[in-house]
Nanobody, 122 residues
Framework: VQLQASGGGLVQAGGSLRLSCTAS????????MGWFRQAPGKEREFVAA????????VYGDSVKGRFTISRDNAKNTVYLQMNSLKPEDTAVYYC????????????????WGQGTQVTVSS
């Protein structure tokens, strides 16, 4: 499985961005998808995740109420809608897929995209 993330960029605080992650290979609807982010000098942080069907979604505390994860299994794509962006949201955002025991833990994911940079200016 290969994951291709896109949609990052530079935005002012309070603005919005939508990230996309498209998968190739195995049946997309069969595995969970997650978004993680990593800022310089910091550990990789959980952002959001969706079960294979999309019936269960989980969010990190720092993004609850501002970010929304969704998936279109027909297009093999997962999205991350990011609203009310803050400078502290600045990071490289990674999408991941797989069969994690716990959706919020990075090491449980089998496939990773290359990352897309999100920069929020104050």
């Amino acid at each position: 499985v290969q994951l291709q993330a896109s949609g990052g960029g530079l935005v002012q605080a309070g603005g919005s961005l939508r990230l996309s992650c498209t998968a190739s290979g195995r049946t997309f609807g069969g595995y969970a998808m997650g978004w993680f982010r990593q800022a310089p000098g910091k550990e990789r942080e959980f952002v959001a995740a969706s079960s294979g069907s999309g019936g269960r979604v989980v969010y990190g505390d720092s993004v609850k109420g501002r970010f929304t994860i969704s998936r279109d299994n027909a297009k093999n794509t997962v999205y991350l809608q990011m609203n009310s962006l803050k400078p502290e949201d600045t990071a490289v955002y990674y999408c991941a897929g797989g069969y994690p025991m716990v959706l919020t833990i990075p090491r449980g994911y089998n496939f990773w995209g290359q990352g897309t940079q999100v920069t929020v200016s104050s």
